[in-house]
């Protein structure tokens, strides 16, 4: 069951991936779906 939704691109950080979320999701819990 979620709360809200953002669609993103993840971008390269050094040897690893990166993404932004807005900083009102930051202490919260998130789960990360890959789709493609």
């Known amino acids: ?3 809200e939704v953002v669609s993103k691109q ?3 950080s050094g ?3 990166r ?3 807005p900083p009102t ?3 919260k ?3 990360i779906i890959r789709l493609d």
């Open 25 to 27: 999701w930051v202490g």
């Open 1 to 3: 069951m979620g709360v």
């Open 15 to 17: 040897n690893s991936g």
């Open 19 to 21: 993404i932004y979320l």
């Open 29 to 31: 819990k998130v789960k």
């Open 10 to 12: 993840v971008k390269q």
